[in-house]
């Protein structure tokens, strides 16, 4: 199985982009992994944020085969313990999927097409965070999934 990680617009912060890379780095020894990056989008200034997610999510759909299974990083999806979300990717893996996508939208959201293509929705909590952290967080929690599924000492109950 793949993983693709896609996200709009590059990561800024050095220390989040560094963070990013040592987990990337852990998690390609479990499974082909790799982030996409979608450009921010140019000359926004004058467009609502309606039209600012519409345009965004057309880049993101040209991105999806029609077999990938996506499954959207949203503060109305569902909240996972760690322990849940490995099984959750677990139940991934055995459904032999070929292509596992997730994916973070730009500062307003998904446009209504993203949500329709959707596979899912996860929530990494209740609270709010940049999409440059949750780049970070979310990262760390798919290791830490790997390390759960593999019984490794990352994770400690």
Do not use: C, W
Not at 23 to 48: C, G, M, V, W
Not at 120 to 145: N, P, W
């Amino acid at each position: 199985m793949q993983i693709t990680f896609t996200v709009i617009g590059k990561t800024n912060e050095k220390y989040l982009t560094e963070g990013i890379q040592i987990f990337e780095k852990r998690i390609a020894r479990y499974i082909n992994y790799k982030q996409q990056i979608i450009p921010d989008l140019k000359n926004t200034r004058n467009l609502s944020f309606k039209e600012i997610k519409l345009r965004e999510g057309e880049l993101l759909l040209k991105q999806l085969a029609p077999n990938d299974h996506v499954i959207l990083l949203d503060e109305k999806g569902k909240t996972f313990t760690s322990q849940a979300f490995a099984q959750q990717l677990q139940s991934f893996m055995n459904r032999n999927l070929k292509h596992l996508r997730f994916v973070i939208g730009g500062a307003y959201g998904f446009s209504d097409a993203v949500y329709k293509r959707a596979n899912g929705k996860i929530a990494l909590s209740d609270m709010t965070f940049s999409h440059q952290m949750v780049r970070l967080i979310f990262t760390e929690q798919l290791y830490r999934a790997f390390s759960i599924l593999n019984n490794e000492p990352y994770h400690h109950d």
